[in-house]
């Protein structure tokens, strides 16, 4: 079965300075994709970065960057130069392979991530 | 513009009475789902369609229906709505059934008094 672990419920970061939030993730399959969705209080999802589990090279949108550790089984997002509008819930997602060989979508329970000035 | 479209944006309900919120997609996705989220939960799946005519339960369909008569629609009824339904609802939709990027509409946001 697939899953998902976002281990910080909450995490507070100083204006200007890099975070990161932790992923990992559990599948036996070796093709997947791991998402991060950013959700400010408005309450969309909004897309922010995405890795093939056979990207060679971690992706890179912007200021967010995925650190993927596949031996660890890791992808933690790494936020530079946090903004007050980086203030959200980020949730970490896998689409892998079910048991019927349909690709399936698995959440973490997210993490709420505070800038402050 | 690629989208996907839900309705009603907020509604708030009886118990019993039946509502469906629509889900349309213009991106000719194949596979759709609906997600309900609540505080502490996260996301969690309640049924998805891989294409028309297919659907399965996800995670937590007790009950919610769907139907796939159409490629880019995708809505959730809810015949007889309880207070445990009271939640946000999420539906997403990805080009195939492989390790792509998942598009959410802008969610519905349900009150069942």
């Known amino acids: 079965a697939q899953k998902i672990t976002q281990t910080q419920p909450g995490m507070f970061v100083q204006e200007k300075e890099a975070v990161t939030l932790d992923c990992t993730y559990d599948?036996?399959?070796?093709?997947?994709?791991l998402f991060w969705y950013k959700q400010p209080s408005s309450g969309e999802m909004i897309f922010l970065i995405y890795?093939?589990?056979?990207?060679?090279q971690n992706a890179t949108e912007g200021r967010y960057s995925l650190n993927f550790q596949k031996a660890r089984k890791s992808a933690n997002l790494v936020i530079s130069a946090s903004q007050l509008g980086d203030s959200a819930m980020y949730f970490c997602?896998?689409?892998?392979?079910?048991?019927?060989?349909?690709?399936?979508?698995?959440f973490g329970r997210g993490t709420s991530l505070i800038v402050h000035p | 513009e690629a989208q996907v479209t839900q309705n009603p944006r907020y509604l708030i309900t009886v118990t019993g009475k039946k509502l469906t919120v629509t889900c349309s997609q213009n991106?000719?996705?194949?596979?759709m789902s609906w997600y309900r989220q609540d505080p502490g939960l996260g996301l969690r799946q309640i049924y998805y369609?891989?294409?028309?005519?297919?659907?399965d339960k996800g995670d937590v369909p007790e009950g919610y229906k769907v139907s796939r008569k159409e490629k880019r629609n995708f809505p959730l009824i809810l015949e007889s709505p309880s207070p445990n339904q009271t939640s946000l609802y999420f539906c997403?939709?990805?080009?195939?059934?492989?390790?792509?990027?998942?598009?959410f509409g802008e969610g519905s946001r349900l009150t069942v008094l």
């Open positions: 997403a939709s990805s080009l195939s059934a492989g390790p792509g990027e998942l598009f």
């Open positions: 599948t036996s399959d070796p093709s997947y994709g």
């Open positions: 890795q093939g589990s056979y990207d060679q």
């Open positions: 997602a896998m689409m892998g392979r079910a048991s019927g060989g349909s690709y399936i979508p698995t």
């Open positions: 991106m000719n996705h194949e596979y």
């Open positions: 369609s891989m294409n028309v005519e297919v659907t």
